[in-house]
Each structure stands twice: as C-alpha cells, then as structure tokens.
T-cell receptor, first 115, second 115 residues
C-alpha cells in the first residue's frame, strides 16, 4: 500500500475486554514496530519484528500483551483483559528491513480508550 | 542501554526566527538517526534521515547534522513559520547485535511558532 495502515483508528472498550489492533505495513517492508504513546508522554517501545519473528519483546508491559505477524506482512497486537492504564495511542511503523539503514514510516495510530 | 535525550523540552518563538533543536544519544552503535514531526493527535511524519556515515542532511528549510562519535544531532529550522508548530522527535536505529534495528526515541521538543 501507499503507507502504513492501522485499524481501527479509534477503539473504545470496556475494562476487562480483549482488543485486537491491526497494522498493515508498507508492501515489501520486513521490519515492523509497535509503540504506544500515553497522553502527554513519549513513545514507549513495545515490540518489533523482522519478518515473522520478534527479536525483542522486552517492551511488552505484561503478559496481557501479545503480538504476532503472519506472512511477513500484517501484524496484530492483542491486549487481553484491558485495564484503564492501557488507554493510549498505539503506533505502528515499518521499514525495509531491520539490519540496514533504512527509513521508518509510521501509521496514524489507534487511539484506545478503556472505560 | 541506548538513551536518547532531547533539549529543550519546549520552545516558543515568534515567526521568522531560526531555531536549533538538540538530540543526544548514549550509544554510538547506530545505523542512522531520523527526525520526525508529530502534530497533535496524529502519527509521526519523517522529516530527515541521516546515515551514520553522514554529517548532515538538508530538506528545504530543515538541516540536520550528526556527530556520531560525540552522540549528538541538531535539527536547524530556518525562518520558522506558524505551520512548523508541532512536536519534533529524534530516533536512532541500533546497530548493536542484541537490539539490532530497534528504534530508540527521545521524548521530543514541543515547538510553538506564533505569528
């Protein structure tokens, strides 16, 4: 596609429900990154993928968070049993590959509100 | 562990001024450094990418420099305009084996340019 696409753009969910956030990277990009940004805060690293594997999952805040990537393309970030502190904007980025000097491009984000 | 710091955290200037935003990083094992702009409620827009072997990169009124050995980058904005008002973020891409390709972000400089 023309750019990184994230869906939904907005999600309101009740505390305790599970949510899935989707990221479609730029076609041909093998590296994919997830970050979250709480109100007024900086970007918090969650996880990144090279192809379908995740070299670094250290940023996932708890075992309620998981992410997968299939076919080296679309990625899904799943949050189970959502809590109010999970409310944030979740941003996805992609680049050509991990191990080279390439530019990263971001999607518009998914704004998650847990009520 | 890579740490990225941006100074100042906020800047408010009248239209027409030339500005310098600063970014420093603690680990020089990087592929590149990228400057982004973020408008309120939006994703990140890539402004400039400097490869680790480069000293500077220019795009229009923007000029970014990189001194990899000292762990510093500056973003120079010439003849600022109200439309430049946004948060500016810098990010470095790790070239270190255990975190290869991971992007590390500063917390940003919030710029306001008033007419």
């Amino acid at each position: 596609g023309a750019g990184v696409s994230q869906s939904p753009s907005n999600k309101v969910t009740e505390k305790g429900k599970d949510v899935e956030l989707r990221c479609d990277p730029i076609s041909g990009h093998t590296a994919l990154y997830w970050y979250r940004q709480s109100l007024g805060q900086g970007l918090e690293f969650l996880i990144y993928f090279q192809g379908n594997s995740a070299p670094d999952k250290s940023g996932l805040p708890s075992d309620r968070f998981s992410a997968e990537r299939t076919g080296g393309s679309v990625s899904t970030l799943t949050i189970q049993r959502t809590q109010q502190e999970d409310s944030a904007v979740y941003l996805c980025a992609s680049s050509l590959s991990v191990g080279t000097s390439t530019e990263a491009f971001f999607g518009q984000g998914t704004r998650l509100t847990v009520v | 562990k890579q740490e990225v710091t941006q100074i100042p955290a906020a800047l408010s200037v009248p239209e027409g001024e030339n500005l310098v935003l600063n970014c420093s990083f603690t680990d020089s094992a990087i592929y590149n450094l990228q400057w982004f702009r973020q408008d309120p409620g939006k994703g990140l827009t890539s402004l400039l990418l400097i490869q680790s072997s480069q000293r500077e990169q220019t795009s229009g009124r923007l000029n970014a420099s990189l001194d990899k050995s000292s762990g510093r980058s500056t973003l120079y904005i010439a003849a600022s305009q109200p439309g430049d008002s946004a948060t500016y973020l810098c990010a470095v891409r790790s070239d270190r084996g255990s975190t290869l390709g991971r992007l590390y972000f500063g917390r940003g400089t919030q710029l306001t340019v008033w007419p």
